[in-house]
């Protein structure tokens, strides 16, 4: 199943990485935190681990840790704009239950 992107996800990282200059592409993760247990994390990669997962969406890659993926397997991320707010928006089937104001999840 893995983890994947949507088109306006993939343009905004490809945009963001060309302006960079430099990297591999993305690494998405989770780490503990917030009211419902475990938190996203997005960062660039500039060199993959040896153990990372890599997930082609279109022009990007999507470097998992092992820990994380059991979390995100199935995942999409997304890129949306409503009125003035924008940003990722994770689309994860795992997750049970999120907190209010919406930086948290609990699986």
Excluded at 53 to 70: R, T
């Amino acid at each position: 199943m893995g983890v994947s992107m949507t088109a306006a996800a993939e343009r905004h990282v490809a945009r963001y990485l060309e302006k960079r200059g430099h990297g591999a592409g993305i690494r998405l993760g989770v780490r503990t935190s917030g009211c419902s247990g475990m938190a996203y994390v997005l960062e660039f990669v500039d060199e993959a681990d040896s153990e990372d997962q890599v997930f082609e969406s279109g022009p990007v890659k999507i470097f998992v840790d092992p820990k994380s993926l059991s979390y995100l397997e199935g995942t999409e991320l997304d890129y949306v704009r409503e009125g003035l707010n924008e940003g990722f928006k994770f689309n994860n089937p795992n997750v049970r239950s999120e907190c209010g104001c919406g930086e948290s999840f609990n699986v």
